[in-house]
Every structure is written in C-alpha cells, then in structure tokens.
C-alpha cells in the first residue's frame, strides 16, 4: 500500500526529531490530494496505521488462498472482508474517526488513480467499488467499537461472519467473474473502460 508506507516513513522522521516536511518526501508527492491531506492532518498515528494495514493485506491475502470464503479480492467477499477487517483494526487502535476518514481519503484517492488509468487492487477502480468499499468500511467501524477489546483472531472471526452473513456489500457477477446489472445482464469491458459511474451492483456478502 503506497499510501501506508508513506504514512510510516513521515511518522518515523517526526519521531526522529528530523522535523523534515511531509511535502519533501518523494513518497509522499506520489499520493493523492486527498491522501496528502489525510497525512498531513494525522502524522503521529502514520506509524501504527501503517503496521495494521500491512498486517490486514497479509490476513486477507491468507484468507483469499483458502475456501474461507469466495476467493475473489475484486469485489468479492475477500474484497469486502479486506476493508471491514482493515476499518475495524483501525478502529480498535485509532478510533473510528480517524480509522473512517483514513478509508474516505484512499476512496477520494481512487477518483485520482480512475483518471491516471492507474490500478487499485488490480483493477481501475471506479465509483460503484468505492461505494462498496465504504459500505464495508462503515461495517468495519461498527465492528470495531463493539469488539474493541477482542483479540485479532477473534475480530477476524467477527468480520469472516459478518461477510457471510450478508452484511458487508459485493458486486453483483455470474459465476464466470463478469460484473452484473441489477436486471442481471453481463457488463461487457467495453461499458466498463473509462467510466467512472457504470451499472455495477452492490448485493449482501451472502448472495
């Protein structure tokens, strides 16, 4: 995650006493407005958010290699249980404030990449993902404040029930991998490049 090791070298160099700014770190130019301004407004918990975030991509990497659940890290359940977990180890740490507003300013960050053509887990991300990586987000958060003290083999198991339970959100696909419309109808690649608003679905983690 480019966002989370910017985030731990800027917090380190605070640390260190360096005092040198965040807008002199080559890291730290490459991120998003939106990004940047996240970093700027909260360096002193840069560090720790980092760690979680790494930690999380290794949980749901992990996760996406069994039959936990879908498999599927694009907009599928381990998509979803990626986001609801990382939301809500950020907020047994940081609290929910910071931990929803470092994930409003990575899907802020997404409209940014959509125009660069750039990838975000694999693909262009696009306004109906974000949508769904919120939904999940503010999940996550939830979870978070209600399990705080839980440890963080139990928040996984917390957060692998509510994506099977139906309530996190995917989008909707045939069981080929193709993207459907709310009628079911196959979104074709052609619908998709280079649109940030498409016909997309959101559905529970259940269905």
């Not at 930690?55 to 996760?63: F, N």
């Not at 740490?93 to 750039?118: C, D, I, M, Q, V």
């Not at 999940?139 to 399990?147: F, L, P, S, T």
Request: hydrophobic residues 35%.
């Amino acid at each position: 995650m480019k966002l989370s090791s910017a985030l731990m070298i800027i917090a380190t160099s605070l640390a260190m006493g360096r005092a040198e700014s965040p807008k002199n770190s080559t890291l730290f130019r490459e991120l998003t407005p939106p990004q940047k301004w996240w970093v700027i407004r909260h360096p002193f918990i840069a560090k720790k958010a980092h760690h979680i975030s790494s930690a999380v991509k290794a949980v749901a990497d992990s996760i996406g290699q069994t039959d936990a659940l879908d498999r599927d890290g694009n907009g599928g359940q381990v998509d979803a249980f990626r986001h609801t977990f990382w939301v809500a180890r950020l907020t047994q740490e940081l609290g929910s404030r910071a931990a929803l507003s470092l994930g409003k300013a990575h899907e802020r960050g997404n409209y940014h990449y959509f125009l660069e053509n750039r990838l975000e887990d694999g693909s262009v991300p696009d306004n109906e993902a974000c949508d769904m990586d919120l939904f999940n987000n503010d999940v996550g958060a939830e979870i978070g404040k209600k399990h705080k003290e839980i440890t963080e083999s139990e928040l996984i198991e917390q957060v692998l029930h509510a994506v099977r339970e139906g309530q996190c959100r995917v989008l909707k696909k045939d069981n080929n991998g193709n993207y459907l419309t709310r009628t079911g109808r196959v979104i074709t690649r052609e619908e998709l490049r280079g649109n940030w608003h498409t016909e997309k679905y959101l559905v529970p983690s259940d269905d």
